[in-house]
Structures are given as C-alpha cells and as structure tokens.
C-alpha cells in the first residue's frame, strides 16, 4: 500500500495503525535500552570527535583507525579528568563525615522543634517516621546490595560500550553513510544527504554550546559559593554544571543536594537560604541569556516538548533517556521539518512563531488558490 492510498483510508483505520506502530515502536525502544543506549550516545559522540579525527587524518596523515582512536582516546582523558577533580572534592567531603553527619542531626533536631511549635508534631513521632522510613532505605538486604553492585557493573560496561562503539563510528563512517544513502530511493538521495548534513552540524553545535554552558555555570557557581564562604564551593559548581544539562529537573536536584551539603557544613542557616537564592538565579540568567545564546541553534523546542520529552525519556531510559531526550527530539524535528507529510509535527515540535505563521499563512493562501480555481466563471 503507498501513502496516497493510505490517506485515503478512514481516520479509525489510519488511527490504529499509528497508535499500534507507536507502541510497537516504544515497546521495542524498552526492551532494546542496553543496545540502543550506549549505541546513541556513541552516536553523538562520534559525531563531536569527527572533526577531531578529520583533522587527524588530513593534517598529520594518520590512517583512519588511528585518526579514530586518538580522537576516543582524548575524549576520555577529559572525562577522566572531570571525574578525578569531582572524585578528589568527594574524598574532601568523606574526612568530614562525622562532623557533617553532627550538623545535619543539629540542623534536624532545631527543624523538628520548629514542627512541633508549628504543626503541633512532637518529635518523638516525626522521629519515629523518619527511623521508620531510613530503616527501609538503608535496610542491609542482601537483594538490594546485590542490586547496587549489578547496577556499578552495568554503568562500567555502558560505558565501555559507548567507547568502543564511538571508535567503529568514526572508523565506518564512510560506509555508514552509504548505508543511509542507500536505503532510500534514488529521487530522494539530496534530502538525504542534506539532512544528515543538518543532523551533524545541529547535534554538534548543541553539545559543544551544551559544554560551554556547563563550564559556564559550573564556574560562576563556584566563584559565588566561594565568595560566601560555603565549603565544597568547587564539588558543588561542578554538581550544579553537570545537573544543568537535564533540563528543569536538574536545576532542581542541584539545589537540594547542594543545600543539604551547606547545611551539613556550616552552622549558619542563614547561608543555605543565600545558596538556594544563588542558584534560582544561576537558572534564570542560564534560561533567559546562556541558554540562547550559547546554546541556541536554528532547531528551537519549545519548553512544553522539552519537559514531556525529560519526563517520557525518564519514564523509558531513566537517567540516560533524561539526557537524550532533547537531542533526540531536535533530531526528530530536523526530520519532519524535511518531510513534507511530516512538516505538522515539526511545528508542534519547534518554538519559532514567526516560521509557525508563515507556513500557516502559506497554506491559507494555498487553500484560498485552490478554492478559487475550484469555481467556474458565470456565464
């Protein structure tokens, strides 16, 4: 069946058939994470080493294979580096355990007194819902230690994965690429190669502005806790950087962990009030200059697409599906901005009003022709 006989189909019969291919489609996605997964962020790795790997080749003459794996080779010596810096600032804070954990118990203590005051609570009873529910939570079941470990070893074999992965990518790219080209039809191999064009330089702009943002906002926060005097400034800028790249959610889990560690650290609360103030602000600047100046691209999502993709890549990846979302919906729109069939759902998809009402205001005008040419002229 080709699509002009497929439009002509009833809307119930055309209905079925894209809610069953949607959930077919998601069904699949599910159950294919630990293939899929590291093979997309390969892919997007790939695609920010490739001018790297390029250079490799071209200037100092290497063979592809090397060219590739120098590119893999310098990309994990900066993510090594990120992890010792961030793991150094966490020996830091485990010296201080004891002393954090006494903060934290004062700090509870004084707020439990505040509830009872307040809320009429006595502490013996908020104390017996708080143990109730730690006991659950650090419970020494052997099912969930066996858990944790399993769930170390499947972060260090994702991330082998994604590795090797990203190196056959830079390595068969050539071959790839006729790969996609080939899978369409002849007429359509310009619209092809035009998309994956866009694809590559949009991807690649939004990660390297992605980082640049980081660096950013990890920096700035760390200069600001500092100047307040609140301990583990860099560990928590470093925090709030890496956060950041989660959109909404991430913010929002930088805040609390970074008020319960100034809490744990320092006896004054005053301080923790000025830290959640800081980055409230950090997030508002981020949001209204940072993020489209730095990150922007011609491919904009609109902010209610950014939170359902956030919170359905959550729902089917976890934490891997919350940072491919975005990437993968700008992907998406590149696609449907391509395809005529598809140009709807690019609107639905982008945040650009005034390229929604010039193609709105095309197709009135198309429709307007179209009524005209329908009526005949009296006689």
């Not at 010596?77 to 954990?101: R, Y």
């Not at 070893?153 to 390595?171: D, E, M, P, Q, R």
């Not at 906002?217 to 005097?229: D, E, P, Q, R, Y």
Request: charged share 15%; net charge positive; proline share 4%.
């Amino acid at each position: 069946m080709d699509l002009k006989t497929f439009t002509k189909l009833p809307f119930y019969i055309k209905l079925a058939c894209v809610l069953f291919s949607l959930f077919a489609i998601g069904y699949l996605v599910i159950i294919a994470k630990e293939i899929l997964s590291p093979l997309i962020f390969s892919c997007l790795f790939s695609i920010l080493l490739l001018p790297v790997a390029s250079f490799l080749e071209r200037r100092l003459r290497l063979p592809r294979s090397a060219a590739s794996m120098t590119a893999v080779v310098l990309l994990l010596s900066m993510i090594g580096l990120l992890i010792f810096v961030i793991g150094s600032q966490i020996a830091d804070l485990a010296k201080d355990w004891p002393k954090f954990q006494a903060q934290i118990s004062q700090s509870m203590w004084e707020f439990r007194g505040w509830v009872q005051d307040t809320f009429h609570v006595t502490r013996g009873k908020q104390l017996r819902v708080v143990n109730s529910a730690a006991s659950k939570v650090l419970s020494p079941d052997p099912e969930v230690v066996g858990a944790t470990v399993l769930s170390l070893s499947s972060i260090l074999l994702f991330l082998v994965f994604t590795f090797i992965y990203t190196f056959f990518f830079l390595l068969y790219r050539r071959l790839i690429m006729k790969f996609l080209v080939s899978v369409f039809l002849p007429e359509n191999k310009t619209t092809v190669h035009e998309v994956i064009e866009q694809v590559q330089r949009i991807i690649r702009k939004y990660i390297i502005g992605l980082l640049i943002e980081m660096s950013i906002i990890a920096t700035g926060v760390s200069v600001a806790f500092s100047f307040m005097g609140v301990q583990y400034a860099i560990l928590l800028g470093l925090i709030t950087g890496l956060f950041n790249i989660i959109p909404y959610v991430g913010i929002f889990s930088a805040l609390v962990v970074s008020a319960v560690v100034t809490l744990g650290s320092s006896p004054d609360s005053t301080k923790v009030i000025w830290v959640m103030v800081t980055l409230v602000v950090t997030h508002l600047i981020d949001s209204n200059i940072l993020l489209p100046v730095v990150v922007g691209s011609k491919v904009k999502i609109n902010a209610l697409i950014t939170v359902l993709g956030v919170v359905m890549g959550e729902m089917i990846w976890g934490i891997p599906g919350m940072f491919l979302s975005i990437p993968s919906i700008a992907v998406l729109k590149i696609i449907f901005d391509r395809v005529e069939s598809l140009k709807p759902w690019g609107i639905i998809l982008g945040d650009d009003e005034k390229e929604q009402n010039e193609l709105a205001k095309g197709k009135r005008v198309k429709k307007k022709k179209v009524v005209a040419a329908d009526v005949e002229p009296s006689v």
